[in-house]
């Protein structure tokens, strides 16, 4: 059996499932060999995906005919959306396992995991193809590697601080009504972003499986909630600290992720700022998280509404890279 670049993809993604069933374990059970099963499991798919960019950079420098070692940054792994989607998932997983390591805390593994799970599987459900195939002329440029990749730790560091929020209206004890509703509406159309690029069609259908599928996760929050479960999580000041190290890392990186791609811009298409869809809507999150940022810091602001901020930041993000690079035609919709 040959070993390529997908099977390490879809081996690492199978480690994420069960990093996430242990996690889910170890949430409900509080038993110590289900927390070493899950964060050895995290660690396991990330190896194995770090291996399979590797590989995958192999495969695309023979595919372009290239034998040098400029080969993996020219023709780097991460130029579609198969390959981003991967390279988002893998670097979610990194940085989630980073903050644990740092906090000591494996709490939160049960939200963010599925997350960078999630995006993985789409590649599946919007039936990408896996295959390693040529750049076009646009994409063939040193500037490929260092934009993507510091625009998809953004974005990994996106997902990480949604996935404490989450955990942190399963924590407050002051959650209300309206705040289980802010949750569903932002989940319901994180969903619905995912599902409908896939088909780009039947709105009603696709609303309501979007609508089925956040409020099942956000019946698993108020259980978690209302059984007590959520006392294992740290302090809801730790929480708002982990979201605000979050974003604050992923606001850098947006932020040279962005400056990055104006002057790719500007070498590929003459100008450095030409208001694409992709490019409006990157500037919309980079914005949301400077509001975050600044809302924390200058106005003093602090509790649920940075929670809001955070939530809203990822869909955001999920629309700037689904909604997008899938619904609306722009100058980056060669990058599928």
Known sequence: ??????????????????????????????????????????????????????LRGIEKARVNMVSDWTAFYKYAPFTNMYESLMLFGWTAVLLYLLFEWKY????????????????????QILGFSEEAQPLVPALQSNWLLFHVVTTFIGYAAAAVSAGVAYAYFAKRDDTTAKDWAVVFVTTWFIFFFIIYSAYRENVPLFLAVSAVAAAIFCGILYLIKKTGVSKIFPSTQLMEQIMYQSVAVGFVFLTIG???????????????????????????????????LHARYIKGLSGKPLAYFTIVGFLSVIFTYYGVNLIIPGLHSYAQ
Do not use: C, H, R
């Not at 070493?36 to 990330?46: E, Q, Y």
């Open 258 to 292: 962005i400056i990055l791609g104006a002057v790719w811009a500007k070498y590929a298409w003459g100008g450095y700022w030409s208001w694409d869809p992709k490019e409006t809507w990157s500037l919309i999150t980079w914005l949301v998280y400077a509001a975050y």
């Open 1 to 54: 059996m040959t070993i390529t670049s997908v099977t390490l993809f879809n081996a690492g993604m199978v480690a994420y499932f069960l990093a996430f069933l242990f996690y889910t374990i170890y949430t409900f059970s509080k038993s110590s060999w289900s927390s070493k099963l899950a964060t050895g499991f995290a660690w396991l798919g990330v190896i194995i995906q770090g291996a399979g960019f590797i």
């Open 104 to 123: 000591k805390n494996k709490a939160f593994g049960m939200f963010v995991i599925p997350l960078a799970l999630i995006g993985e599987l789409s590649t």
